[in-house]
């Protein structure tokens, strides 16, 4: 059996109710702060984690009944704990599940080669965005900005930018047409857009560019939003 399905085979044990209960048992008594704890709770905690019966492995000591004192021990700060134990089972499930590769961060061509490479050997699954742009023309700084930006919200999508005299067609991509966005995946182009500013408001941010590529469907989900809005409110 290969080692991705080994990880999705200890995935899938931890889905079922008895899975659930004893996996956020495991991380409820991981994530105390056990420093501080009066030592009759340091107590319990010690023999919750070690059990006294030398022949009760890992698994049965975890799928046993809680007795009041462990419970009452478990429920205490419940909402704050099970708010990182629902950002974690998510991370993980993503994980298990995400089969495309991540990136981080707009990456610079500096070739008509490289542009070519990104497009035809990237995997299948990724959608890669392409700014064709030219210093000193209007837009192009503030749209490399917004995809500095998207590219942090969009780890799966592979932003690049690439000068239009570097890719050596800057005949082709004249400044009226500048700046340019292309969208590529699994070597077909999804969209061309020239002069793409011109689809946009005179100020515009990484809000509105991710709002105009939505729009068109060319954007994958975000990841995680539901949770880290959550847990920066719990912050405020």
Known sequence: MSDRLLEMEDFATKTGPKGVINDWRRFKLESMDQENLPPAKKELLRQMSTPGKPKEDGRSALNRKMSVQEYELLKEEDEGCLKKYRKRCMKEMHDKLSFGPRFEGVHELDSGEAFLEVIEKEHYSTVVVVHIYKVGVKGCEELNNCLDCLALEYPS??????????????????????????????????????????HLTGEFFATDVEAFLNSYGLLPEKELAGVEDEEENDVE
Not at 167 to 174: C, D, L, N, T, V
């Open 157 to 198: 999508v592979k932003f690049c930018r690439i000068d239009a005299v570097s890719s050596g067609a800057a005949e082709r991509f004249s400044d009226e047409v500048l700046p340019t966005l292309l969208v590529y995946k699994a070597g077909d182009l999804l969209g061309n857009f020239l002069a793409c500013t011109q």
